[in-house]
């Protein structure tokens, strides 16, 4: 996956609890692009990116909650703060 392809959807700011939630801004301030079961791609600071399934996305305060499939505890997503989110152009 190439950089090219992708748009960016926002930034993930933190985690949120001990279940896996992210706290999320998005660029746009719509979520529409994150309904449960919706692929996207994480930016690693490798600069790969990770393909993951959107579990749940909520608004929460100046932006949203937003919980990946099989990443359900805060070990699991703490790597992911700082990293931008993506869907295919």
Do not use: C, Q, W
């Not at 926002?10 to 992210?22: A, P």
């Not at 749940?56 to 070990?75: C, Q, R, T, Y």
Request: proline fraction near 3%; hydrophobic fraction near 40%.
């Amino acid at each position: 996956m190439n950089r090219d392809d992708l748009l960016a959807l926002g930034k993930i700011r933190g985690v949120h609890g001990l279940r896996g939630d992210l706290m999320f801004l998005s660029y746009s301030g719509d979520m529409d692009s994150f309904a449960p079961g919706v692929a996207v791609y994480v930016g690693t600071p490798d600069g790969r990116f990770e393909n993951v399934t959107v579990k749940k996305a909520k608004p929460h305060k100046k932006g949203f909650l937003v919980s990946f499939a099989g990443m359900d505890h805060i070990n699991k997503v703490e790597k992911l703060v700082g990293s931008e989110i993506f869907i295919k152009k």
